[in-house]
C-alpha cells in the first residue's frame, strides 16, 4: 500500500526566507504526488502535483516541488515565504489504478513576521 | 466553475444518532471521493463514487455508507454515531475515477461533526 511520511510536525521560517516542508513516499509502482495546504477551518487546496517528466514542478503561490525518485521524496519549496503562507501543508501519494489518497499527517507551516 | 460544495458545515449530533453529509461536485466532474480528517489520525480515505457505483472503500465500519446520484452529488450516511466519529469531513471531487490516478481531486470545505 502506498504512504507518506511527513517527518516534522512543524516548520517555523522567517518571513522573506525560504521555505521548505519535507515529504518521502513508498508507492509500489510509479508515484502520483500531490502537495494541498489548509487553512483554519477550511477544505485542503490543491498546489501542485508530479506525474512524470521534469522533476521540478511549479505550482500555485509562488511554490514549487521537487521529485527525487532515487530518494523518494517530493519535497514543497517556496523561495520566500510569507506570512499568509502559515497554515497546514499535507503531502499526498496515489498509485496507479487506485483513485485513493494516501496523505502524510501534514506539516504546520508557521511564518514569522 | 463553482467548487465542491458540501452542506451543511456544521452539525451537533448524539450518540446513537445517525447524520446525513451532502456533496456536489464541480460542475463536470463525475468521481467523488470522502475523506475524515481527525487530530488523532489525520486524513483518511472512507469511499469514491464513480457512476453511482462505489468504486473504492477504506477501511471504516459498516456503520459508513454513501451513494452517489445521476447527478454525481453524493451523500454520505453514518448510523449509530459513537463519539469517535467527530470530525471533519472532507468531499473532493475529481474528472476520473480509479485508473485516472493522475487526475486532482478538488476538496470541498467540510463538514465538521461533533458527537455529544
Known amino acids: 500500500a502506498q504512504s507518506v511520511a511527513q517527518p516534522e510536525d512543524q516548520v517555523n521560517v522567517a518571513e522573506g526566507n525560504p521555505l521548505t516542508v519535507k515529504c518521502t513516499y513508498s508507492?509500489?509502482?510509479?508515484?502520483?504526488l500531490f502537495w494541498y495546504v489548509q487553512y483554519p477551518n477550511r477544505g485542503l487546496q490543491f498546489l501542485l502535483k508530479?506525474?512524470?517528466?521534469?522533476?521540478l514542478v511549479k505550482g500555485s503561490y509562488g511554490f514549487e516541488a521537487e521529485f527525487n525518485k532515487s530518494q523518494t521524496s517530493f519535497h514543497l519549496k517556496k523561495p520566500s515565504a510569507l506570512v499568509s503562507d502559515s497554515a497546514l501543508y499535507f503531502c499526498?501519494?496515489?498509485?496507479?489504478?487506485?483513485?485513493?489518497?494516501?496523505f502524510g499527517k501534514g506539516n504546520q507551516v508557521v511564518v514569522i513576521p | 466553475k463553482a467548487g465542491v460544495t458540501q452542506t451543511p458545515r456544521y452539525l451537533i449530533k448524539t450518540r446513537g444518532q445517525q447524520v446525513t453529509l451532502s456533496c456536489s461536485p464541480i460542475?463536470?466532474?463525475?468521481?467523488v471521493s470522502w475523506y475524515q480528517q481527525t487530530p488523532g489520525q489525520g486524513l483518511q480515505f472512507l469511499f469514491e463514487?464513480?457512476?453511482?457505483?462505489?468504486?473504492n472503500k477504506g477501511n471504516f465500519p459498516g456503520r459508513f455508507s454513501g451513494r452517489q446520484f445521476s447527478n454525481s452529488r453524493s451523500e454520505m450516511n453514518v448510523s449509530t454515531l459513537e463519539l469517535g466519529d467527530s470530525a471533519l469531513y472532507l468531499c473532493?471531487?475529481?474528472?476520473?475515477?480509479?485508473?485516472?490516478?493522475?487526475?486532482?481531486?478538488?476538496f470541498g470545505p467540510g463538514t465538521r461533526l461533533l458527537v455529544l
Open positions: 473532493a471531487s475529481s474528472l476520473a475515477p480509479s485508473g485516472g490516478a493522475s487526475e486532482t481531486q478538488y
Open positions: 508507492v509500489s509502482g510509479n508515484p502520483y
Open positions: 508530479y506525474i512524470t517528466g521534469d522533476n
Open positions: 499526498a501519494v496515489r498509485d496507479y489504478g487506485n483513485n485513493r489518497l494516501a
Open positions: 460542475s463536470g466532474h463525475r468521481s
Open positions: 463514487y464513480f457512476s453511482e457505483t462505489q468504486r
